[in-house]
């Protein structure tokens, strides 16, 4: 058997894809650097798609829960499983798109700022830094 590196996901690109199969799945790879803090944008799923991710040494990372991001503990390539186990029979089909991002590449803005803009498709990303003052 001959082995096939996984498809590339880079950083701010939409990841469209389907599971047209029960029991198929589809997997992509990313770099990422210890530290790193990524935020899994999930712009549409049809049926109950599940997402796996794998850190460089095959430990489960990410179990279907991306709400607040993750700060990776390791530097290589990362790996995400899509399939239709979510609903426990394995039998789920449907398509995805999905994309990831890089918070330190949000863009920085002070607080009592207005963010003007508009939100066509996913989730913008901000960020702001805090100072915390602590009272006796």
Same mark, same amino acid.
């Given at each position: 058997?001959?082995?096939?590196?996984?498809?590339?996901?880079? +950083?701010?690109? &939409?990841?469209?894809?389907? %599971?047209?199969?029960? =029991?198929?799945? #589809?997997?992509?790879?990313?770099?990422?650097?210890?530290?790193?803090?990524?935020?899994?944008?999930?712009?549409?799923?049809?049926?109950?798609?599940?997402?796996?991710?794998?850190?460089?040494?095959?430990?489960?990372?990410?179990?279907?829960?991306?709400?607040?991001?993750?700060? +990776?503990?390791? &530097?290589?390539?990362?790996? %995400?499983?899509?399939? =239709?186990?979510? #609903?426990?029979t394995g039998e789920t089909t449907g398509n995805y798109k999905f994309r990831l991002?890089?918070?330190?590449?949000?863009?920085?803005?002070?607080?009592?700022?207005?963010?003007?803009?508009?939100?066509?498709?996913?989730?913008?990303?901000?960020?702001?830094?805090?100072?915390?003052?602590c009272f006796s």
């Amino acid at each position: 058997m001959e082995w096939t590196p996984l498809p590339a996901v880079f +950083l701010g690109d &939409t990841v469209f894809g389907q %599971i047209s199969v029960p =029991g198929e799945n #589809d997997s992509f790879g990313f770099s990422g650097v210890q530290g790193q803090k990524i935020y899994f944008d999930h712009l549409s799923t049809e049926g109950n798609l599940h997402f796996d991710v794998y850190s460089p040494s095959d430990r489960l990372v990410v179990d279907n829960n991306w709400h607040t991001g993750i700060t +990776l503990q390791e &530097t290589g390539t990362y790996e %995400i499983v899509i399939d =239709g186990q979510e #609903d426990g029979t394995g039998e789920t089909t449907g398509n995805y798109k999905f994309r990831l991002l890089n918070k330190a590449d949000s863009p920085l803005i002070e607080l009592d700022t207005d963010a003007i803009g508009t939100f066509d498709h996913g989730e913008k990303l901000y960020r702001f830094n805090q100072f915390l003052e602590c009272f006796s």
